[in-house]
């Protein structure tokens, strides 16, 4: 028997995502679960591989079965495919596993013709609403599978609302409809040479193969590399009966929600266009109006609608996105998906469905994506602030931002480049802007309602979204837009607040974000599971403290050198570089140490009895002295070193490879003095804090070890302070080290024979172990994850199967000789989730990150747990 | 039963060496094959690291056992030591495992004091003798135990010979003496406070712990660093009755090797002065006469030595250097130990003793330091330059050296660091010069024989030394030297020829070594015994030449960027990186194939039938690029490019860190072109020298490679090419990878299945694997080889415990996927003995190295197996 490459509706279940994608196996779902689904069948996403790897040839076998299932069809519905009396029409939609919103191909209205369109009259009694379906036909086959530029089917229309002196198409009548049928033929003749292929048979076969094609668009490859979706999993294609929203006054079509996907509150969300098709509630043409309106305009099909949002959440246990189409009275549900969700309804509807008894707390902890939580910790305009609110529109995507005017999707990536920060502004967007809106801080747009492509993917990305804001008039042309007298341009600052709709002119003052109850509640539930430590990067007070408040359970990261920037610092720990010998060196350290003891007492006080990991002095020391000739001059002056010498000692000082060069230990071994200083400025702020009832837990770790004598000959200076200042017994502390050198982590049992603890640094350790560095990286990186080399940016999420293959070695080792030695893991990569989860795998015992990304890998670590689990 | 710390003469035997140090086991050697030895003990290096161990304190039992061997000395000599009628005399030596000539610490006379050395008197009939002999003991034991400057006596000497107007110390009289030895007594009382100590006990509880002390002294410490000797193995002490080579005219004193050091002939080899003390030949004071004179002066002693010769050599096997003493005609043997030499000498006495039956080829081939083997390859002086030849010296040990004249040590090194090369000229060397030696190109001294300091340690270090020159008059303290009306200053250039003892104004051009039978007969041996092949890093023809002639089997490295940087081909690399687009990078590109064609048509020609291994283009673009204004105008005109475009091109290539960025295989990823280029010069070249009847083994390598990925790329790249020609089954050809990042090292069997070789690039991977550039590293590396932090230069000799580890985890899981795959070195470690040995161990196939360096390699490789062997 050959393969089954087409799958009735019937046939199905939402358990065949990967063969049937998702949008056929929901549709499968509701069949079998008894909605009201218009009759239809699924081509597989295999045949969609299959025909990719055969130079676009549908496997064998598959032909056949199409024509089996369109018979089948024929029989359900009673239509003929073709037929000219009782014609049968059918749409063509894509359907991956993964969904992709409008990245690839739909064609509607297959199986018109000259002949059945007639048909399609006569049937429907409404020979304008035939025409109008014939023409959309042409015009969609036109764009998408005969490659005629959509323009000159929108030339060709609005010459025909001018000639006819009216506004909208649907003030078109029948006359001007077939007039336009017959110059959309033209149209298609002329630009292809053929005419328009009449027969039903060649308008399918082509539309399925102009989806399959979409897969490799590239708007389709955009989104999935920004949504780390492998190319290789192919679409599935849906062939479904048309049921027409358009068809006068009893009918209508929507997008509904089974909770707000914004706050996540459970209510009938959703929006609704009286006579019109589904495309025109998405496409954000015309404005909709909320599902609760259908109450007075269609009450029967509203208490329908109203039974579906239970059926379907009670059947899915999840928020859906689901389409309908109410076709002369009758309510059909063409589509239903898990609904795409800002961070804040992600969360308060996972705490919710928890308590409603849908869900376990371990499933509420999976429903929120630690990635989404940036959205809820980041800052919102300071409420007190002075705001000239110019217009509001849609708070289609909360949060709080503030960039500069750009209407144009690569211009708006042209400024990012160029380090600015930009408001996307258009009248409405489409997945030709995928590229802008990733690079924007928010986006806004004049027209669109909630569910419109701007606010669905704004929402999926955590932008900040306004849409449907009737009150600007956006001129693309000009690069400006209008609100009655005000007009703003190009470049010009706006602040967009999401989370209500404000459009602001200027910059706004921004603050903390409240954190809610729910996420409270559903943190909690992350601590009770996950079995990492989350500690922060932070020397700062007022981080350290944020940290503390995000939980962070402690310091995994202070680095000392942050503390040398100061006004009332750098010009000490300039003098300590100028030294020409230890004496001079000693007294701008000894100036240096009553500094740094008071910035860890601060730290000590906020991280009362939790740890604390200091960093001994780390970068190259030429990196504290100025380069200009302006601030050389003021150095010499304030430190009566003349100029010359300063820039002899900047040379003598420059390096061909910083990142390679004299740093981290190698510091404390050439001057053992600054680590003396360093040492004596910790254990004397933790004296001075115990005196006032605090309980600091010192970690004191030395940077850049990469051989265990190294590690040794710093530990003697330091465990030499403490014997000096008789601290033993009194301040217990330990020494441990960073592992960023590969060498080190090659070596993990000799240097877990004498430290206390281990922290991986993993942004020297990607940056030597792969031989890149971040900042020339950038000339070819890009390439490199376009070409699928690596297939995510190695700085942002753990190389594993290279980087993180030496840290398991680090850990094995390690562990092999000191068994419950501390690891950790201190690069950026501690606070990104799959990094975070890899880190929970290799057995770490705690990751640290900054201050923002505590809860984010507080939850990932929770996810962490649980996948293992399910493993 | 307590540890035996003190060992007779008689008790102890060749073997023990580490335990009794090399001279103590030595003399016990001695002593046990009937040789005349005096009567003595050691005490063992075990002490000596207990001493260290226990804050300078005998342990336990020690000073028991010595006394007990003291009393058996007494008993054997019939001396009594402190009897006033019979006095027994002591020496005390140092003796550690290894020849660490002049660097500790030395005491004769021990058991002199005022009554004493009246008994001496009496007991030797001539007291001059006896107060010259306790002065001598005050002078060496105020200095080395009392640290009392030996100025202060040399002064109070001077003294005594300018009042006494005498030139000579021999020639001041008893009188004088008397009046010395209480000058000198009060010296020692002024300086230290107390007398000097005349109970005999503790002058040699005193000595013995002042021997132990200076195994420490910094000059020891030195020469261990600079010959890899181990810092803790400790020294032994030797205590051994005093013989007398200064006690009159039928005494005397020698040192003679079994073989001539310098060249390897058999003969009797040695100098002796009548009527001194051991110390005053190798001190070359007095410059001494060769043995064979003894024959006149003292027949039956030179028939007794000649006989010694003959035992010694017969005995061990090897060139023995010995001391011997003549006391009123009775031959006594002080020390024997395998005698240093010259490559020359190795080489020849190697082959000799092999031939002669003494030994087999494999310990023939052990007998030859690899790294000496530089000495015997590198250039000569054209015997056919013009030579202004100033003076003759000895040929203390044989090579051309031209530098600038410096008559001070730390002005050498001084001088050194700041580019020069320099000959460092001494009236005669000490242990202080070691330093300067060491930088220096030659030595020259005016005083001292073939056996003087100078002479001994230049040879170990393979540096060319004239020595014992009397023509030259040096002002050391004027920094000049004269000879006749000629006068020689500090920096002006001078040329030594070590070989045949010539001292020349001026530089004098050299030329290449010949090459010996001796030398290539054993190179033959070892190229039987060796598995590793050895090849060379080159790609210019001479140079390639040359390797082959030096025994390379093939180039394990041509650098294709060094074939770009003739004055043809720069300008063509050089728009190739200015273009702005891949047109013009082509156009450029095209213009280098043939010249690239053209080198490689050369290479394959001299290698002939062996493999050439060729790397793509591995440097960042910038390199090729002009730095200075001046150069970036030549350029501007020569391409017709602005130096403005030039400028702004070169600060867009601009990199943080070099080493880390847009280079290597990452180039022909984001410029494919380059690499087809490449690909294509390389088979062209295949196909025409194939036409002329040479058989080009051709392997391509895709340098920097981390992820297989980037390697599958370029590979593809490279086959492309191939497949475009056509030249599939007529040219094989094979494509692999440098290993120089640790990913790819730590993901090899990846990496394995796809290439068809390896080749570990060892600088690289060294740079990466320790986080240190070797550019910036000359920062800190010194004193991390100085703090033992690495034992050697990880740049020069392989980390064996870190980078090395990482080799065999590559090794391994290479070999796990494809088990005969080629996996090779062409870092400079590649020529270095240590390395190879390791490679060897850890199952390379072969090693490259440059041309010079490649018969060092093939010695190594054989070294390796035979000691694999013994293991």
Same mark, same amino acid.
């Given at each position: 028997?050959?393969?089954?490459?087409?799958?009735?509706?019937?046939?199905?279940?939402?358990?065949?995502?990967?063969?049937?994608?998702?949008?056929?196996?929901?549709?499968?779902?509701?069949?079998?679960?008894?909605?009201?689904?218009?009759?239809?069948?699924?081509?597989?996403?295999?045949?969609?591989?299959?025909?990719?790897?055969?130079?676009?040839?549908?496997?064998?076998?598959?032909?056949?079965?199409?024509?089996?299932?369109?018979?089948?069809?024929?029989?359900?519905?009673g239509k003929g495919f073709g037929d000219a009396e009782n014609p049968l029409l059918m749409s063509v939609r894509s359907g991956a596993r993964v969904s992709m919103p409008g990245m690839m191909d739909t064609i509607l209205n297959l199986g018109l013709n000259q002949e059945t369109v007639e048909g399609l009259a006569v049937k429907s009694g409404d020979r304008r609403f035939a025409l109008d379906c014939y023409r959309r036909l042409i015009q969609m086959y036109g764009d998408v599978v005969l490659d005629v530029s959509m323009k000159n089917f929108e030339h060709a229309l609005e010459a025909k609302k001018t000639q006819k002196g009216v506004e909208l198409d649907t003030d078109l009548d029948e006359a001007a409809l077939d007039e336009l049928v017959n110059e959309f033929l033209g149209i298609v003749k002329e630009k292809t040479g053929n005419d328009f292929p009449a027969d039903p048979d060649t308008q399918l076969d082509m539309a399925i193969k102009s989806v399959f094609d979409s897969w490799n668009n590239k708007r389709a490859r955009i989104y999935r590399k920004l949504n780390n979706i492998p190319h290789d999993i192919g679409t599935a294609v849906n062939v479904q009966v048309m049921v027409f929203g358009n068809i006068?006054?009893?009918?209508? &079509? @929507?997008?509904?929600?089974?909770?707000?996907?914004?706050?996540? %509150?459970?209510?009938?969300? /959703? +929006?609704?266009?009286?006579?019109?098709?589904?495309?025109?509630?998405?496409?954000?043409?015309r404005t909709p109006k909320p599902v609760t309106e259908m109450a007075q305009e269609m009450p029967s099909q509203y208490e329908e609608l109203k039974k579906v949002y239970g059926i379907l959440e009670n059947h899915y246990k999840d928020i859906q996105d689901f389409?309908?189409?109410?076709?002369?009275?009758?309510?059909?549900?063409?589509?239903?998906?898990?609904?795409?969700?800002?961070?804040?309804?992600?969360?308060?509807?996972?705490?919710?469905?928890?308590?409603?008894?849908?869900?376990?707390?371990?499933?509420?902890?999976m429903r929120v994506d630690p990635n989404q939580l940036d959205q809820l910790l980041h800052p919102v305009f300071d409420p007190?602030?002075?705001?000239?609110?110019?217009?509001?529109?849609?708070?289609?995507?909360?949060?709080?931002? &503030? @960039?500069?005017?750009?209407?144009?999707?690569?211009?708006?990536? %042209?400024?990012?480049?160029? /380090? +600015?920060?930009?408001?996307?502004?258009?009248?409405?967007?489409?997945?030709?802007?995928?590229?802008?809106m990733f690079v924007s801080e928010g986006i806004l747009t004049a027209r669109g309602g909630m569910t419109s492509h701007a606010a669905v993917v704004a929402r999926g990305m955590g932008k900040s979204c306004v849409a449907g804001c009737d009150a600007i008039h956006v001129d693309e042309k000009e690069c400006k837009f209008t609100v009655g007298d005000i007009t703003v341009k190009e470049g010009d600052w706006l602040s967009i607040d999401g989370s209500i709709g404000e459009v602001i002119l200027g910059q706004v003052p921004t603050k903390e974000a409240a954190i809610g109850a729910d996420f409270k509640e559903l943190m909690s539930w992350a601590d009770e599971i996950r079995t990492l430590h989350v500690k922060t990067n932070a020397e700062v007070p007022r981080d350290v403290q944020v940290a503390k408040d995000f939980g962070a359970e402690g310091i995994g990261l202070a680095r000392t050198e942050h503390m040398f920037f100061g006004d009332d610092r750098l010009p000490w720990i300039q003098r300590m570089v100028l030294a020409t010998d230890e004496t001079e060196r000693k007294a701008a350290l000894d100036k240096l140490l009553p500094m740094q003891r008071h910035d860890f007492e601060e730290v000590f006080t906020i991280m009362d009895k939790l740890p604390v990991i200091i960093r001994l002095l780390d970068p190259p020391l030429h990196e504290f002295l100025p380069k200009e000739d302006e601030d050389i001059q003021a150095l010499s002056q304030t430190l009566g070193i003349s100029a010359e010498e300063i820039k002899k000692t900047a040379e003598s000082l420059a390096e061909f490879n910083p990142m390679l060069g004299f740093r981290g230990c190698r510091l404390g071994i050439i001057y053992p003095e600054i680590n003396a200083m360093q040492a004596r400025a910790i254990f004397e702020a933790g004296m001075n804090v115990q005196a006032k009832g605090i309980n600091p837990i010192i970690q004191i770790e030395v940077p850049l070890v990469g051989k265990i004598d190294e590690f040794i000959l710093i530990r003697k200076i330091i465990d030499g302070v403490a014997q000096e200042m008789g601290i033993k017994d009194k301040l217990p502390y330990q020494v441990g080290t960073m592992i960023e050198v590969p060498r080190a982590a090659l070596t993990a049992d000799e240097i877990a024979r004498e430290a206390d603890f281990l922290s991986f640094g993993t942004n020297d350790l990607t940056q030597m172990t792969s031989g890149f560095s971040r900042d020339d990286a950038v000339k070819f990186l890009g390439a490199y994850v376009d070409k699928n080399i690596y297939s995510k940016n190695p700085f942002e999420t753990i190389d594993q199967e290279g980087v993180g293959l030496l840290m398991k070695i680090c850990v094995d080792k390690a562990r092999q000789v000191k068994p419950d030695i501390e690891i950790g893991i201190c690069g950026e990569h501690g606070g990104e989730p799959e990094s975070v989860k890899f880190c929970h795998r290799i057995g770490l015992d705690d990751v640290s990150c900054s201050p923002f990304r505590v809860p984010v890998a507080r939850l990932a670590a929770a996810h962490a747990v649980i996948e293992g689990k399910s493993k």
């Open positions: 028997m050959s393969t089954k490459y087409v799958y009735a509706f019937s046939e199905g279940d939402a358990t065949m995502k990967n063969l049937l994608g998702g949008k056929g196996a929901n549709l499968a779902e509701m069949t079998k679960i008894g909605l009201k689904v218009p009759t239809g069948f699924t081509v597989t996403t295999e045949s969609c591989n299959l025909y990719q790897d055969n130079n676009c040839q549908y496997p064998e076998g598959l032909w056949a079965q199409l024509k089996d299932a369109m018979l089948e069809t024929e029989k359900l519905t006068g006054h009893d009918s209508g &079509t @929507g997008v509904a929600f089974t909770r707000n996907p914004a706050t996540g %509150e459970k209510e009938y969300y /959703g +929006e609704y266009l009286m006579d019109a098709q589904g495309e025109d509630v998405v496409a954000g043409i389409e309908f189409t109410i076709e002369e009275g009758t309510l059909y549900l063409l589509q239903t998906r898990n609904g795409k969700r800002t961070a804040q309804a992600a969360v308060k509807a996972a705490v919710d469905m928890m308590k409603e008894g849908y869900i376990t707390k371990e499933e509420a902890i007190s602030a002075e705001k000239q609110v110019i217009a509001k529109g849609l708070n289609a995507s909360p949060g709080a931002a &503030t @960039g500069k005017v750009v209407f144009d999707s690569d211009k708006a990536v %042209e400024m990012v480049e160029n /380090g +600015e920060a930009v408001i996307l502004v258009r009248t409405e967007t489409s997945p030709e802007d995928i590229h802008g």
